[in-house]
């Protein structure tokens, strides 16, 4: 069982910047890709960004040069940078691990 926690998210006006924070613990035996998903009211889940053990990086092309994923392996915790927001990437944001395991997600709203 693997357990996540997300936090960083708030109102922010759009041009603005958060960064969200994602920690693991619990039965973590490897490095695991991790990813962050969005679902905004009406819309299905997405994929935000993905980052696996090694290091690459994908980004949906809505979010690509505004965000960067990263993680920091000897704490167990994955970054996203979010740059530039703008009102449309309001939604609630969700901390993936290995595919398999979610966090509750931290809502992330941006004004216009």
């Known amino acids: 069982q693997v357990q996540l926690v997300e936090s960083g998210g708030g109102l922010v006006q759009a041009g603005g910047s958060l960064r969200l924070s994602c920690v693991a613990s619990?039965?973590?035996?490897?490095?695991?890709?991790m990813a962050w998903y969005r679902r905004a009211p009406g819309k299905q889940r997405e994929l935000v960004a993905r980052?696996?053990?090694?290091?690459?990086?994908i980004y949906a092309d809505s979010v690509n040069g505004r965000f960067t994923i990263s993680r920091d392996n000897a704490k167990n915790t994955v970054y996203l940078q979010m740059n530039s927001l703008k009102p449309e990437d309001t939604a609630f944001y969700y901390c993936?691990?290995?595919?398999?395991?979610w966090g509750k997600g931290t809502l992330v709203t941006v004004s216009s």
């Open positions: 993936n691990y290995a595919m398999t395991y």
């Open positions: 619990g039965n973590i035996f490897s490095i695991n890709a």
């Open positions: 980052i696996t053990g090694g290091g690459s990086t």
